[in-house]
């Protein structure tokens, strides 16, 4: 299912692209890994900022299973960061909310937002920076063709190594450390005469 959402959000921000574009103009260069690194370098929106949804509201049907021993909720009310009340016969909800340390650390102002996995709304926390570290792969190229009068879009998918950095609490206490490594991907696009990132 996720690898269905990111393909589907990269041909959203392909078709989005559409709109933007003229047409192609030279000729199609290989996207080689020296290339690749060079618009990451240049280019990429890194570093970006790692965050998590936390949830504001859990109906009483859902709680044992969001609240359970290895559950992440569990670990930011230990962590000191969230605290809940419990649900009541005339409000069958366990209701969240930041303590005071984890307010420090909420992102679009500590609103709650609409939605969420449990559809009653959401707070989103800081757990880290993602920092760019280097190109591993450059994958084959893709071409899209849009509707007409649209142009014939490339599209090619470059893996690189992040590193993670300014570690919150909402990050330690799930686990993440300075200096943690993984990896990402985004699609780098031709844009008439050179390789472009597209960020999102």
């Given at each position: 299912?996720?690898?269905?959402?990111?393909?589907?959000?990269?041909?959203?921000?392909?078709?989005?692209?559409?709109?933007?574009?003229?047409?192609?103009?030279?000729?199609?260069?290989?996207?080689?890994?020296?290339?690749?690194?060079?618009?990451?370098?240049?280019?990429?929106?890194?570093?970006?900022?790692?965050?998590?949804?936390?949830?504001?509201?859990?109906?009483?049907?859902?709680?044992?299973?969001?609240?359970?021993?290895?559950?992440?909720?569990?670990?930011?009310?230990?962590?000191?960061?969230?605290e809940y009340t419990e649900s009541t016969a005339q409000a069958p909800f366990y209701v969240l909310t930041p303590t005071?340390?984890?307010?420090?650390?909420?992102?679009?102002?500590?609103?709650?937002?609409?939605?969420?996995?449990?559809?009653?709304g959401f707070y989103i926390a800081r757990q880290a920076s993602e920092n760019y570290v280097k190109v591993t792969e450059?994958?084959?190229?893709?071409?899209?063709?849009?509707?007409?009068?649209?142009?014939?879009?490339?599209?090619?998918?470059?893996?690189?190594?992040?590193?993670?950095?300014?570690?919150?609490?909402?990050?330690?206490?799930?686990?993440?450390?300075?200096g943690q490594m993984g990896t990402a991907k985004t699609g780098l696009l031709w844009k008439k005469t050179a390789w472009?990132?597209?960020?999102?």
């Amino acid at each position: 299912m996720k690898n269905r959402n990111n393909l589907f959000y990269r041909l959203a921000i392909v078709l989005a692209s559409v709109l933007l574009l003229s047409a192609c103009g030279g000729e199609i260069t290989k996207l080689t890994m020296e290339e690749a690194t060079r618009v990451m370098e240049q280019e990429s929106d890194y570093p970006k900022v790692r965050s998590i949804n936390v949830p504001a509201k859990v109906h009483e049907r859902d709680w044992p299973a969001a609240y359970n021993k290895t559950g992440f909720l569990r670990k930011l009310v230990s962590a000191g960061l969230m605290e809940y009340t419990e649900s009541t016969a005339q409000a069958p909800f366990y209701v969240l909310t930041p303590t005071e340390e984890g307010s420090k650390y909420l992102l679009s102002d500590g609103e709650i937002q609409a939605g969420g996995d449990f559809g009653r709304g959401f707070y989103i926390a800081r757990q880290a920076s993602e920092n760019y570290v280097k190109v591993t792969e450059v994958a084959e190229m893709i071409r899209f063709k849009g509707p007409p009068p649209s142009i014939e879009l490339q599209v090619t998918d470059v893996h690189f190594d992040i590193s993670l950095s300014d570690i919150t609490p909402f990050g330690s206490s799930l686990g993440l450390v300075d200096g943690q490594m993984g990896t990402a991907k985004t699609g780098l696009l031709w844009k008439k005469t050179a390789w472009k990132y597209m960020k999102k």
